[in-house]
């Protein structure tokens, strides 16, 4: 359930809207409903990493210090919102369903690498600059803890795939926006361009699975 959210605009204080945008938008808001609906009906949280939903849920500085349109805030809201509850409902409410045996990615060694490209790798050597850098950065790979979870156990529950398939195609349709902001805006901005790419790239792999198993009615599994 990622946070970040582009905040920068060709066009002043308005985000310019396209249907690859929307879409993006609409397929993570259907993953973090997936997500919710799944660990409430169930009464558990079992396959699901904690930690990747920590890493998630560290929010955006420029949530209270800037104002790009009442969408763009709105949305910040609701995906800040509902990352919190997930973590809540991991860690406090279903606690004694969380697998934390398997969820054993040493996070640190994304953080650290990820804090310290901020500081090198940013637009504006200023903090809230290098925090917002950091929170891009640190999307691009927070599904990792997940996908090393799968791969501990061997398998993910259907539901699970779902909301996975979902949040990869998020990040998918985000990088045809920037291709379209670019042919018909002009605008480029290298940082969330290639965090977006790289967090594509992670989820080949289980999107290969997803078309070739899940859909066909199939349990996912990924190699050890």
Known sequence: MTLSFNRFSSAGAAINMNVFRLTGDLSHLAAIII???KIWKTRSC???SGKS??????PLPDLLTSFISLYNTTMKVIYIGCAYATVYLIYMKFKATYDGNHDTFRVEFLVVPVGGLAFLVNHDFSPLEILWTFSIYLESVAIL??????????????ITTHYLFFLGLYRALYLINWIWRFYFEGFFDMIAIVAGVVQTILYCDFFYLYVTKVLKGKKLSLPA
């Open 53 to 58: 939903q920590v890493l998630f849920a560290l």
């Open 35 to 37: 997500l919710l609906l």
């Open 145 to 158: 803890p997940q996908l090393f979870m799968i791969s501990k156990t061997g398998e993910a529950e259907t």
């Open 46 to 48: 079992a396959g699901i």
